[in-house]
């Protein structure tokens, strides 16, 4: 049973009786589906009148989240043209360097060969969590030392995964506040040194967030979305307290949808988004 299905069982709305309009409101808020989710869902649910239950609420709501994401992510591909470099952004704490970790090995299980790259240098943890990794993973990892810039250790992953061969290039990013708009320099800068080296670089910016963080979540990708520009969502957490209604706020304010959800500690905890198990999870 998923979060909404036990909120509305607590609200109890039956067929034919008086719906409380403000309560109801409150309930599907706590979905951290955002103001224009709710919005949306309510200007439908007062057009039903008479025919209003528990049931319809959940109706409404598979359809408005199912207009919004995908039925599946695109699963990511690696091209002759050289190596697809991926980069993780987002705020402290939502489980990056972890994530990229997931996301080389999920890749490596497939086939493809990755280089990671520690472009999270302002902390010496990060750095030596992400080689903790590769050497558990037998993916190298691209490093130097606390402090150095970024954009040029970026610089030489890139080059380093070019003469490799590899597949992929992921690159841990910082995490930084989007409202720190010289660490959002920063992150531009990064970019545009990928950029010179292959102009369709990075291929893919990944904005991760764990379904714990609720509209704050929203605000930061809006934030990343301008200053970098996102292409996909990793949900981290999603086996925690987090409804993951999050992902849906985020699609409908800027329209960058899930690409991966990751849960619990594990490596294998990261699976490719399937609009179906997320529905499952959310409702």
Known sequence: MGFLTNLLGHLGIKQGEPVDWDELEATLWQADLGSGVVASMMAQLREKKGTFDATTVLETTRDVVGSLLPEQAIPLQPSTQGPIVIFLVGANGTGKTTSAAKLAHYLKKRGSSVLLAAADTFRAAAIGQLQSWGERLGIEVVASQYGADPAALCHDAFMKAQRLHADFLICDTAGRLANKSNLMQELAKIKRTVAKLDSSAPHHVLFVTDTTTGSNAVMQAKEFHTAI???????????????????????????????????????????????????????
Do not use: W
């Open 229 to 283: 520009g996102l292409t996909g969502l990793i949900l981290t957490k999603m086996d925690g307290a987090g409804k993951g209604g999050v992902a849906v706020a985020i699609a409908r304010e800027i329209g960058v949808t899930p690409l991966f959800l990751g849960s619990g500690e594990s490596i294998e905890d990261l699976v490719l988004f399937e609009r179906k198990s997320f529905l499952t999870h959310l409702i």
